[in-house]
T-cell receptor
Framework: DAGITQSPRHKVTETGTPVTLRCHQTENHRYMYWYRQDPGHGLRLIHYSYGVKDTDKGEVSDGYSVSRSKTEDFLLTLESATSSQTSVYFC?????????????FGSGTRLTVV | SQQGEEDPQALSIQEGENATMNCSYK?????LQWYRQNSGRGLVHLILIRSNEREKHSGRLRVTLDTSKKSSSLLITASRAADTASYFC????????????FGQGTRLTINP
């Protein structure tokens, strides 16, 4: 998907375990985002990054942390997974400038917490 | 809370007919975008309309924006089976970092 990949694509984990999802981009984009998608809620922003080591919280950040140590990688960590974090997670980058921009999304990670 | 509210939540039409989806939002925006999502896939950007624009076209897509009513519509003309997907509006909020706030989506089914 236009230079953005997510890994893993699927994961099943146990309640209480830490989980890290990876988003990798190859086009040197400044902004990167993590969303979760749940039925009835659409996509909700978890965290985003506006540069290396520059991150901020989104709408549903509780229980999640992120890191961006280099431009191409944006990691999402569930510190202690709970069943409410069962979801599909999407990473996105922006293309365009100013107010004329759009997102390119990764293929998503389906996470199940049992 | 969701910025964008979409209507209808689901729409089923015959192939060849036009499909119209609506989106309402709450706060000031700098742009509004529409995305398509096929089952099990990521979202794909369709079209963007800036806050100072009223109408935009791209192929069979027509988007309108009424900032006084805080609403937008997406029209897909001459629908095809391949248009079956979920469609999401997303608002570009003014606070920056190019963040988007997504609606809950409209599930469109095109019947052959």
């Amino acid at each position: 998907d236009a230079g953005i990949t997510q890994s893993p694509r699927h994961k099943v984990t146990e309640t209480g375990t830490p989980v890290t999802l990876r988003c990798h981009q190859t086009e040197n984009h400044r902004y990167m985002y993590w969303y979760r998608q749940d039925p009835g809620h659409g996509l909700r922003l978890i965290h985003y990054s506006y540069g290396v080591k520059d991150t901020d919280k989104g709408e549903v950040s509780d229980g999640y942390s992120v890191s961006r140590s280099k431009t191409e990688d944006f990691l999402l960590t569930l510190e202690s997974a709970t069943s409410s974090q069962t979801s599909v997670y999407f990473c996105a980058i922006t293309h365009g400038t100013g107010t004329n921009y759009g997102y390119t999304f990764g293929s998503g990670t389906r996470l199940t917490v049992v | 809370s969701q910025q964008g509210e979409e209507d209808p939540q689901a729409l089923s039409i015959q192939e060849g007919e036009n499909a119209t989806m609506n989106c309402s939002y709450k706060t000031s925006i700098n742009n509004l975008q529409w995305y398509r999502q096929n089952s099990g896939r990521g979202l794909v950007h369709l079209i963007l309309i800036r806050s100072n624009e009223r109408e935009k076209h791209s192929g069979r897509l027509r988007v309108t924006l009424d900032t006084s009513k805080k609403s937008s519509s997406l029209l897909i003309t001459a629908s095809r089976a391949a248009d079956t997907a979920s469609y999401f509006c997303a608002t570009g909020i003014i606070q920056g970092a190019q963040k988007l706030v997504f609606g809950q989506g409209t599930r469109l089914t095109i019947n052959p």
